[in-house]
């Protein structure tokens, strides 16, 4: 991966963790409101494909959780424990039982077969992961083939006010726990960028839903 691409402060894994320590209690109300609409039409976009088989990578406090509809089956995994036990509870709270198993686990390295899942998911959580072309290579290897990948998240603007504003705030990526100056580049090669379809999400088009159709070439 490219220097000039990569964000300019890295996460690594025990930072994701203690940044997620302290933001777990406060998260669905800080987060929630503003990450709503991505998280929406990223699950929106998921009901609409074929295959049962769903897995949502960080999936944080489970927020998304109940908007699957009923038929999908859904694993969740993430690397704070303080995150899923808020998921844990949210699932039993609302009767889930479409909700298959939340596990902790590090989505740069699952311990799933290959082809596990029809479908991969993950919201906010592209810019947060130490190595997003290792994310991506992982989401390849437990997605069948004909399987779809997709992602919502932030992405750096290209110009104007806001990338200088988001350039301004990356010093601040560890304790936010996300990048705020992470490019698509970072995460998708050329050959899957002309692939994937792009759609930006509210408020002002500050978030992307990213729809990657896992062909059988496209592993690693
Ligand atoms: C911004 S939160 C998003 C949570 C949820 N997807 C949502 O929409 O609210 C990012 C989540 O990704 C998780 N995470 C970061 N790196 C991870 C990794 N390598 N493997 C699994 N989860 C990770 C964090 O622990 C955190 O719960």
Same mark, same amino acid.
């Given at each position: 991966? &490219?220097?000039? /691409? &990569?964000?300019?402060? +890295? #996460?690594?894994?025990? +930072? ?25 039409? +990223?699950?929106?976009?998921? @009901? ?7 897995? !949502? ?38 009767? #889930?039982? @479409?909700?298959?198993?939340?596990? !902790? ?6 311990? %799933?077969?290959? @082809? ?10 592209? &810019? ?6 290792? #994310?991506?290579?992982? #989401?390849?290897?437990? =997605?069948?083939?004909?399987?779809? *990948?997709?992602? =919502? @998240?932030? %992405?750096? +603007? ?7 504003? !988001? ?5 601040? &990526?560890?304790? /936010?726990?996300?990048?705020? $100056? %992470?490019?698509?580049?970072?995460? /998708?090669?050329?050959? $899957? ?5 792009? *759609?930006? =999400?509210?408020? /002002?088009?500050? %978030?992307?839903? =990213? ?10």
């Amino acid at each position: 991966m &490219s220097s000039t /691409l &990569s964000p300019r402060s +890295a #996460l690594d894994a025990e +930072a994701v963790k203690a940044a997620y320590r302290r933001w777990a209690r406060v998260y669905d109300t800080v987060f929630g409101g503003v990450s709503g609409y991505g998280r929406k039409r +990223a699950v929106a976009a998921v @009901n609409g494909l074929p295959g049962e088989r769903v897995l !949502e990578v960080g999936v944080g406090t489970g927020l998304a959780l109940p908007s699957y509809a009923r038929h999908k089956r859904i694993t969740g995994i993430d690397l704070s424990k303080d995150m899923l036990e808020r998921a844990h509870q949210r699932v039993l709270k609302e009767r #889930l039982t @479409n909700v298959d198993d939340l596990l !902790e686990m590090d989505a740069e390295a699952t311990s %799933f077969e290959d @082809n596990s899942f029809d479908i991969a998911v993950a919201m906010f959580v592209a &810019s947060v992961v130490p190595h997003p072309d290792r #994310l991506l290579a992982e #989401l390849k290897r437990v =997605v069948r083939p004909g399987g779809y *990948i997709l992602f =919502v @998240n932030h %992405f750096l +603007a290209t110009g104007g006010v806001r990338l200088a504003i !988001e350039r301004a705030m990356a010093s601040a &990526s560890h304790s /936010l726990g996300w990048h705020p $100056d %992470f490019a698509i580049e970072a995460l /998708l090669p050329p050959e $899957d960028l002309n692939r994937a379809t792009r *759609i930006p =999400v509210p408020p /002002l088009g500050l %978030f992307t839903l =990213v729809t990657l159709p896992h062909i059988k070439d496209s592993v690693g």
